[in-house]
């Protein structure tokens, strides 16, 4: 019933929020120590979780290990060169996971992306309102 509780008692749990200014840096050591001998999996935003206390959290072994697929660190267009993920050495600990976050890039969900737009568009010429829409306010 509330983010405490969420990470208490919890053997794994996911992180799915959307960035916003909301949760940014929501999640800090004092959540991850009660997440204490439990998993983490961030597949949301890595902003979400402040980064140098995932870092302490998965070196001292507070968390048992953590699934990531997203960063702090990404080239950029200005600057394609590889970087590292993070400014914390996370990607050379041996309770960590790492995978690219390009769950976008496969061509089924790319065709879920055009049917979703393509349902937008109708909507919005039968209607005037498209099926989903963005909140400015919330940023999502």
Wanted: hydrophobic share 40%; glycine share 6%.
């Amino acid at each position: 019933t509330d983010l405490e509780s969420a990470f208490t008692d919890t053997d794994l749990l996911f992180v799915c929020l959307p960035l916003t200014k909301e949760t940014t840096g929501l999640v800090g050591l004092e959540l991850l120590r009660k997440l204490s001998g439990g998993y983490l999996v961030n597949v949301a935003r890595g902003e979400i979780i402040k980064e140098e206390d995932l870092y302490i959290a998965l070196k001292d072994n507070i968390l048992a290990g953590a699934g990531i697929d997203v960063w702090y660190n990404y080239p950029s267009a200005k600057n394609p060169e590889p970087i590292l993920p993070s400014k914390f050495p996370i990607h050379e600990l041996p309770n960590v996971v790492m995978s690219p976050h390009v769950a976008t890039h496969s061509k089924k969900a790319r065709d879920l992306d055009k049917a979703e737009t393509l349902q937008n568009l109708l909507a919005f010429l039968r209607t005037g309102r498209p099926v989903n829409v963005v909140d400015l306010d919330r940023a999502y």
